[in-house]
């Protein structure tokens, strides 16, 4: 059985006040449609992904998805000026041998890979199915033109009966091509997809739907979700401590940042002490190994590598395990020289490296007042703190 699932991702999101489409606004970290995608390829039982986008955002939604690592064939449609037409699109780029069809909005992230699934196996003795809930609120129609705050007449709809609908919404492939082909011949238009093949006299089976699946409109809906989606995780602190001997011959990086020194800091890569004590304040916060385990100095490729690259490493391994960042906090341990004007830097590089925002990171430094090591400019060193939300272990 060939499954194939259309991400609808081709939307402007006027409604949500961001200055670019709403699916690259971060939630818990990340882009809404990075979850969203990130569901879909957890799924074994999907073939093909199709991913209808628009034109402006097709090349930053294709780095989002290459930095995913998709282990299964991915196709490409532009989005037209209706939903109903970008589906359409997404549907004409399916795999002839498609047997399942899943329509399913890129601004939905909280519904995991599981809903696919239990989708799928819905098909056994349906051709439609829609996640719905029953609504909670009284549901009152009133004219299309009406002006809140104004008495206008109003009809009351029969609460039991209504649900609200969310995606995923599954289909067997032949029907909703079918039905999509007839809407395009009469000009019918509709909001969803199950709409389509109801006019078609299919029936639709009504799988028990979630109100945390969430679709995004407005930016009330971001901490809403955030919520939810957080719920699973605990909050995890570790620590990072690292040391390098100053020697002559050697450029002085600290964060990421080239500082002017006479001497820099020996070590196999780049030796940035910073960087060091962070990756493994993050790698201990997700409680993995430290960072010798992953770069150990006796592997050539790592060789005056720069830490910036390491450090991006980290933040895919963190990312592997479905950790997400919340905080950086390190402080550099040296006599001299004074970071002050470069600290700014620092952060953004790291910041950057990591995927937070520069709120998340905080860089400072202290002297040792001439004691110790540091404060005979043998060396430097730096400890480091970082809050991680790691996935709650059942």
């Not at 081709?10 to 809404?32: I, M, Q, T």
């Not at 699973?232 to 401590?241: A, C, L, R």
């Not at 341990?333 to 950057?352: D, E, L, N, W």
Request: aromatic residues 6%; hydrophobic residues 45%; glycine residues 8%.
């Amino acid at each position: 059985m060939n499954v194939s699932v259309i991400v609808v991702a081709a939307g402007s999101g006027k409604r949500f006040g961001y200055e670019r489409n709403k699916l690259f606004y971060p939630l818990c970290g990340r882009p809404v449609l990075a979850h969203t995608l990130r569901h879909v390829l957890d799924c074994p039982a999907v073939n093909e992904l199709i991913l209808v986008t628009s034109q402006d955002d097709e090349a930053d939604i294709r780095t989002m998805l290459a930095a995913l690592d998709p282990a299964i064939p991915v196709r490409w449609a532009t989005g037209g000026a209706t939903r109903q037409d970008s589906v359409y699109a997404g549907l004409c780029q399916c795999h002839t041998d498609t047997d399942i069809v899943l329509v399913h909005d890129g601004a939905r992230p909280w519904a995991g890979p599981e809903w696919f699934d239990h989708g799928i196996q819905a098909m056994a003795t349906a051709e439609a199915a829609v996640y719905g809930i029953p609504l909670k609120d009284t549901v009152k129609e009133c004219q299309s033109d009406a002006v809140f705050g104004r008495p206008l007449p109003v009809h009351t709809l029969e609460r039991s009966r209504l649900i609200a609908v969310q995606t995923p919404q599954i289909f067997r492939y032949d029907v909703l091509l079918l039905a999509y082909e007839y809407a395009r011949t009469h000009a019918v238009q509709v909001t969803d997809d199950a709409s389509l093949v109801e006019a078609m006299g299919v029936p639709v089976c009504i799988l028990d739907g979630d109100e945390r699946n969430r679709k995004v409109t407005t930016k009330e809906d971001i901490p809403i979700l955030e919520l939810y989606m957080q719920g699973s995780m605990v909050t995890q602190v570790g620590m990072g401590y690292d040391v390098h001997a100053l020697v002559p011959g050697r450029k002085l990086v600290l964060g990421g940042i080239a500082v002017p020194f006479e001497r820099g800091l020996a070590g196999h890569s780049d030796a940035d002490v910073l960087i060091h004590a962070v990756m493994d304040a993050l790698l201990g916060a997700a409680g993995l190994r430290d960072i010798g385990t992953y770069f150990p100095d006796t592997d050539d490729q790592f060789k005056n590598i720069s830490s910036v690259v390491l450090l991006e490493n980290v933040r895919q391994i963190l990312e592997d395990e479905h950790c997400r960042i919340i905080h950086i906090d390190v402080t550099l341990v040296a006599q001299r020289p004074k970071i002050r004007p470069y600290v700014p830097q620092m952060a953004a590089c790291i910041a950057q490296a990591l995927g937070v925002p520069l709120t998340a990171v905080s860089v400072k430094a202290t002297t040792t007042e001439h004691l110790g090591f540091a404060g005979r400019e043998e060396g430097m060193a730096a400890q480091a703190v970082a809050t991680v939300a790691v996935p709650r272990k059942l």
